[in-house]
């Protein structure tokens, strides 16, 4: 009379392997589903750095016939200490620097401008000297890849949501003609590489001295 039994139960280790496992399956799923959603950002997700586009434009010495020591002098009082003049230091190479708000700070640099969708970096440089106020600069821009790279974070003052600072592409450019060019005063410089170190911050001056030509 135990057989019919037989047919009706399954045995008791059946039971409890393929309760087992279907727990497990169901807790493997459960555990995946939670890293993909925990590591995984959506497509187009915004990165939290601002892409930005800068231009070392470098004005060339100028050759021209020799002055008398008066006319030097005088010269020298003109422009020696108007920074915003690109006729100083006639005989010298010189690099072109913005003062641009920083959150709280006015900082010297290297013009730059943020990326916008659609446009290479190149282009986006390029806009960056086009953009200058009152600035009618026709540089030759050195090339298509960018030559030097620098990354900064925000202050806290100006730090949003999902933007924490910005990472600038450096291109090479440079001003053949010495002709003048009227720029507003305390927000241009025109500055010898040797005069870096009294505008730029050292962590900025650093990756700017790795890519300035010696003409």
């Known amino acids: 009379m135990a057989a019919p039994f037989s047919r009706v139960y399954r045995p008791l280790w059946r039971i409890i392997t393929t309760s087992t496992l279907n727990r497990g399956v169901r807790n493997v799923s459960s555990s995946r589903q939670q890293l993909s959603a925990q590591n995984v950002k959506p497509a187009g997700a915004a990165s939290p750095w601002a892409l930005h586009g800068a231009v070392c434009v470098q004005r060339l010495p100028a050759v021209s016939q020799d002055r008398s020591p008066i006319e030097e002098e005088f010269m020298e009082l003109m422009h020696q200490k108007d920074v ?11 690099i072109l620097l913005v003062k641009k708000h920083v959150g709280s700070q006015k900082l010297w640099l290297l013009p730059q401008i943020q990326w916008q969708t659609g ?17 009618d600069l026709t540089a030759t821009f050195l090339g298509n890849a960018p030559c030097g790279f620098y990354k900064y974070k925000y202050p806290k003052d100006i ?12 291109f090479k450019a440079v001003l053949p003609s010495h002709k003048h060019l009227p720029l507003e005063k305390n927000s241009f410089a025109w500055v010898k590489k040797e005069e870096l170190q009294d505008f730029l911050k050292p962590e900025y001056l650093k990756q700017v001295r790795r890519f300035i030509m010696a003409l």
């Not at 915003?84 to 010189?94: I, M, N, T």
């Open 159 to 170: 730090q949003k949501e999902g933007s924490v600072g910005a990472k600038v592409f450096f």
């Open 84 to 94: 915003s003049s690109s006729e100083r230091c006639l005989a010298d190479s010189l």
């Open 119 to 135: 446009e290479t970096l190149r282009q986006t440089a390029e806009r960056a000297l086009a953009s200058l106020p009152g600035a």
